[in-house]
């Protein structure tokens, strides 16, 4: 398998479930990143990882909880969501923070009741 | 200063035709400029980039026109196919060490080509 995935493709979560989000890359890549993908608005960087260390928190409520266990694994845990979190949300990598391209994988569509 | 404004927002193209998306950005720091493609139940694929030290780049029928001093960015889709249809993205970047690879990105431009 090659490229970035993102697991689930979709997820429905009433406001006082835990769930969590699951990004795999296999490009060799050093660097990932979440963002959030809402209608008619540009893609808002949420967290970035540089060799499984937390170097931007994009001013994210904490009800958004990311964890990087290695370069390869990126998660994003979520509890009591509210409804204006549903959006899709994406998966990057990179080689390293600072460099480009950033490959997406195809995310994770979001809905909360 | 870190917006990326991009437009039209929509844009309708008969098969055949050309298809141009521009982007304005305020921040002359940025020195990398990529446009992504995404297409429904996608994520945005990179379809082609630009550095600031050239004005022009086309790979095939894709071509970014770059003017610096109007700190503005185009997108040329020449002889636009059914298959274009999609969500295209302009974004800026800064690069270096330290830098946290933030892209900004524009709001989008939805294409539609008709056949």
């Known amino acids: 398998e090659t490229g970035v995935t993102q697991t689930p493709r979709h997820l429905v979560m009433g406001m006082t479930n835990k769930k969590s989000l699951k990004c795999e890359q296999h490009l060799g890549h050093n660097a990932m990143y979440w963002y959030k993908q809402s209608a008619k608005k540009p893609l808002e960087l949420m967290f970035v990882y540089n060799f499984k260390e937390q170097t931007e928190n994009n001013s994210v409520p904490s009800r958004f909880s990311p964890e990087c266990p290695n370069s390869s694994h990126l998660f994003l845990h979520l509890h009591t969501l509210q409804p204006e979190d549903s959006a899709l949300y994406l998966c990057?990598?990179?080689?390293?923070?600072?460099?480009?391209?950033?490959?997406f994988g195809d995310g994770t569509r979001l809905s909360i009741l | 200063q870190q917006q990326v404004k991009q437009s039209p927002q929509s844009l309708i193209v008969q098969k055949g035709g050309i298809s141009i998306i521009n982007c304005a950005y305020e921040?002359?720091?940025?020195?990398?400029f990529p446009w992504y493609q995404q297409f429904p139940g996608k994520g945005p694929a990179l379809l082609i980039a630009i550095r600031p030290d050239v004005s022009e780049k086309k790979e095939g029928r894709f071509t970014i026109s770059f003017n610096k001093s109007a700190k503005q960015f185009s997108l040329h889709i020449m002889d636009s196919q059914p298959g274009d249809s999609a969500t295209y993205f302009c974004a800026a970047s800064t690069r270096g060490s330290g830098n946290t690879g933030k892209l900004i990105f524009g709001q989008g431009t939805t294409l539609q080509v008709k056949p």
């Open positions: 921040n002359t720091a940025f020195d990398y």
């Open positions: 990057a990598s990179s080689q390293v923070t600072g460099t480009q391209p950033q490959h």
